[in-house]
């Protein structure tokens, strides 16, 4: 049987950017745009190109570019009433933008045709009907985005499909049902869509906004009902809750039922598809989000992890690598020996050789996690531990002690000094280094220190330092975790340290830190190491 084949509209490009602190240059426009096409989306709506100059931009670069799969979509509204169509500034842009294919707003609910544009019900009509006939004598593909149609629907259902009508009779390719508020009940959906389906003949899709929570559901619900044509954004950016995410929307129709979005192969691509748009929109990822968020298929109950080493399926709805995703197993206070065990054979630590050491790791979790703790995002730490409570270790250097200086004068400004004596091997070095803090201070001394026994380290760097305040009833003097983010040429990893002193807690974070990029050089480090301390 052949799979339907739905349409998938993304609108991250104009509908995305309309959410909150999300906002993409026209340069980061064509790159997503070519990300986008790469997966396999249909459509590609650009933005309002009748509305600002950075939309016309993209539009102009667009023109220089090649998409294999998609078309470049520009949207805008009906004319406005009393124009002629031919005369509308609007419209005009929309057809000056050069796109195959346009996605054209108008009224579909009477409140709004009353209230907002202040004209007659037949008015609207015939706006809606000039305009699209108008970009279908310019040889447009005209995608008509009927903006309030649910409510507008419920309010008065004869009249809302009168505005499809006008649209379809007027030629519009594609007659799309907006849920603009967002408040539209699922079962609501379902009933509408069949209704309106029964009435036309033109081909229908969906646009949802998720302010009640159901963008996605409602969106599968319209197929469901009928619908071939699917509008959302890349991780749910849109205005106020944002629209429906179609990196759940796209899984759920094509992995789950019986529907073709894009092309064979590329679902793998999702997470990575995912994660490029948000580090362009320079917003961090949503670690819950379905399918592609780094919790997605993260499992921390000892239970739950013992039953996907023996079946994945347990505990897990689809195999993560179909989305670009992987499984990680947490380690906390509700680990058991099967979260060690899976997370040490991760890190490549074999336990089985050290199988009476498992209950003894297990314990020193779930006390170091009761002093605040936590390895989630710590793994280079744990795997530390793990190592130094399973095999011989030798540590690459050790504190003699260090101090730290903060002194603040009369013109304001702060200063920040750090000295620090380490030992490694037989020599001690002894080194001091100003920062824009203490803790950068004491960065930038054990860096000098370090650097004549391994000026490997110059390949490593802080990526992110975040500190968090463990029982605050306690004020100034309350326990705090310090969790530090490092990177290096090829990798990242994450270390963690927790005291009532946040010097003395970052000291542990950084310690871990440095001494796990030592360990990950190998070998020849020990041997560097003992070859300058002889």
């Given at each position: 049987?052949?799979?339907?084949?739905?349409?998938?509209?993304?609108t991250?490009?104009?509908?995305?950017t309309?959410?909150?602190?999300i906002?993409?240059?026209?340069?980061?426009?064509i790159?997503?745009?070519?990300?986008?096409?790469?997966?396999?989306?249909?459509?590609i709506?650009?933005?309002?190109?009748?509305?600002?100059?950075?939309?016309?931009?993209?539009?102009?670069?667009?023109?220089?570019?090649?998409?294999?799969?998609?078309?470049?979509?520009?949207?805008?509204s009906?004319?406005?009433?009393?124009?002629?169509?031919?005369?509308?500034?609007?419209?005009?842009?929309?057809?000056g933008?050069?796109?195959?294919?346009?996605?054209l707003?108008?009224?579909?609910?009477l409140?709004?045709?009353?209230?907002?544009?202040k004209?007659?019900?037949?008015?609207n009509?015939?706006?809606?009907s000039?305009s699209?006939?108008?970009?279908?004598?310019?040889?447009?593909?005209v995608?008509?985005d009927?903006?309030h149609?649910?409510?507008g629907?419920?309010?008065?259902?004869e009249?809302?499909?009168?505005?499809?009508?006008a649209?379809?009779?007027?030629?519009?390719?594609?007659?799309?049902?907006?849920d603009?508020?967002?408040?539209?009940?699922?079962?609501?959906v379902?009933?509408?869509?069949?209704?309106?389906r029964?009435?036309?003949?033109?081909?229908?899709?969906?646009?949802?906004?998720?302010?009640?929570?159901?963008?996605?559901?409602?969106?599968?619900?319209?197929?469901?009902?009928?619908c071939?044509h699917?509008?959302?954004?890349v991780?749910?950016?849109?205005?106020?809750?944002?629209?429906?995410?179609?990196?759940?929307?796209?899984?759920?129709?094509?992995?789950?039922?019986?529907?073709?979005?894009?092309?064979?192969?590329?679902?793998?691509?999702?997470?990575?598809?995912?994660?490029?748009?948000?580090?362009?929109?320079n917003?961090?990822?949503?670690?819950?989000?379905?399918?592609?968020?780094?919790?997605a298929?993260?499992?921390?109950?000892?239970?739950?992890?013992?039953?996907?080493?023996?079946?994945?399926?347990?505990?897990e709805?689809v195999?993560?690598?179909?989305v670009?995703?992987?499984?990680?197993?947490l380690?906390?206070?509700?680990?058991?020996?099967?979260?060690?065990?899976?997370?040490?054979?991760?890190?490549?630590?074999?336990?089985?050789?050290?199988?009476?050491?498992?209950?003894?790791?297990?314990?020193k979790?779930?006390?170091?996690?009761?002093?605040?703790?936590?390895?989630?995002?710590?793994?280079?730490?744990?795997?530390?531990?793990?190592?130094?409570?399973?095999?011989?270790?030798?540590?690459?250097?050790?504190?003699?002690?260090?101090?730290?200086?903060?002194?603040?004068?009369?013109?304001?400004?702060?200063?920040?000094?750090?000295?620090?004596?380490?030992?490694?091997?037989?020599?001690?070095?002894?080194?001091?280094?100003?920062?824009?803090?203490?803790?950068?201070?004491?960065?930038?001394?054990?860096?000098?220190?370090?650097h004549?026994?391994?000026?490997?380290?110059?390949?490593?760097?802080?990526?992110?330092?975040?500190?968090?305040?463990?029982?605050?009833?306690?004020?100034?003097?309350?326990?705090?975790?310090?969790?530090?983010?490092?990177?290096?040429?090829?990798?990242?990893?994450?270390?963690?340290?927790?005291?009532?002193?946040?010097?003395?807690?970052?000291?542990?974070?950084?310690?871990?830190?440095?001494?796990?990029?030592?360990?990950?050089?190998?070998?020849?480090?020990?041997?560097?190491?003992?070859?300058?301390?002889?």
């Amino acid at each position: 049987m052949t799979a339907t084949n739905i349409q998938i509209f993304d609108t991250t490009l104009r509908d995305g950017t309309q959410g909150e602190k999300i906002a993409f240059s026209a340069e980061d426009k064509i790159r997503i745009a070519h990300k986008l096409d790469e997966f396999g989306f249909d459509y590609i709506e650009g933005g309002w190109p009748g509305s600002n100059p950075k939309d016309m931009e993209f539009f102009e670069l667009a023109k220089h570019h090649s998409f294999n799969n998609a078309r470049i979509v520009a949207f805008g509204s009906t004319c406005r009433a009393g124009n002629a169509a031919e005369d509308d500034a609007n419209l005009c842009a929309l057809v000056g933008a050069d796109t195959a294919a346009v996605s054209l707003f108008g009224k579909s609910w009477l409140l709004h045709v009353k209230k907002a544009l202040k004209i007659s019900a037949q008015d609207n009509l015939d706006i809606i009907s000039d305009s699209v006939a108008f970009l279908k004598n310019h040889g447009k593909e005209v995608i008509y985005d009927a903006e309030h149609f649910f409510d507008g629907y419920k309010d008065n259902p004869e009249y809302a499909v009168k505005t499809l009508k006008a649209a379809e009779q007027a030629g519009a390719d594609v007659l799309v049902l907006c849920d603009t508020n967002g408040g539209t009940l699922t079962h609501e959906v379902t009933q509408i869509v069949s209704e309106v389906r029964a009435q036309t003949d033109t081909r229908l899709g969906i646009h949802a906004h998720n302010d009640s929570e159901l963008a996605v559901a409602n969106t599968l619900a319209a197929v469901a009902a009928g619908c071939v044509h699917v509008q959302g954004t890349v991780n749910g950016y849109g205005e106020r809750c944002g629209n429906a995410n179609l990196c759940s929307v796209v899984p759920n129709l094509q992995l789950k039922q019986d529907y073709s979005c894009i092309p064979p192969g590329k679902m793998d691509q999702l997470s990575s598809l995912s994660h490029f748009v948000s580090e362009l929109a320079n917003v961090s990822p949503d670690i819950r989000q379905p399918y592609v968020g780094r919790s997605a298929f993260a499992h921390k109950g000892g239970i739950h992890v013992n039953a996907i080493m023996k079946n994945e399926q347990t505990y897990e709805h689809v195999v993560p690598e179909k989305v670009g995703n992987r499984r990680r197993v947490l380690v906390s206070d509700l680990s058991g020996k099967s979260n060690v065990y899976y997370k040490s054979d991760e890190l490549g630590i074999e336990l089985d050789k050290h199988g009476d050491d498992a209950p003894q790791i297990v314990q020193k979790l779930k006390e170091l996690e009761n002093q605040g703790y936590q390895f989630e995002a710590a793994e280079a730490s744990f795997e530390l531990l793990v190592k130094k409570m399973t095999e011989p270790w030798e540590e690459y250097f050790a504190l003699e002690g260090f101090r730290i200086i903060v002194e603040k004068n009369v013109s304001g400004g702060a200063r920040s000094e750090a000295t620090i004596r380490l030992k490694v091997g037989d020599q001690i070095e002894h080194c001091a280094a100003e920062g824009n803090g203490p803790v950068n201070a004491l960065d930038g001394a054990m860096r000098k220190a370090l650097h004549k026994f391994f000026p490997e380290i110059d390949n490593m760097h802080l990526q992110d330092y975040k500190v968090r305040v463990l029982n605050e009833k306690d004020g100034t003097g309350a326990r705090v975790r310090v969790l530090i983010d490092s990177a290096g040429s090829e990798d990242s990893w994450g270390t963690v340290g927790v005291s009532e002193n946040i010097i003395e807690a970052s000291w542990q974070a950084l310690s871990d830190s440095f001494s796990y990029f030592l360990m990950k050089q190998g070998q020849e480090v020990l041997d560097t190491q003992a070859n300058k301390a002889s």
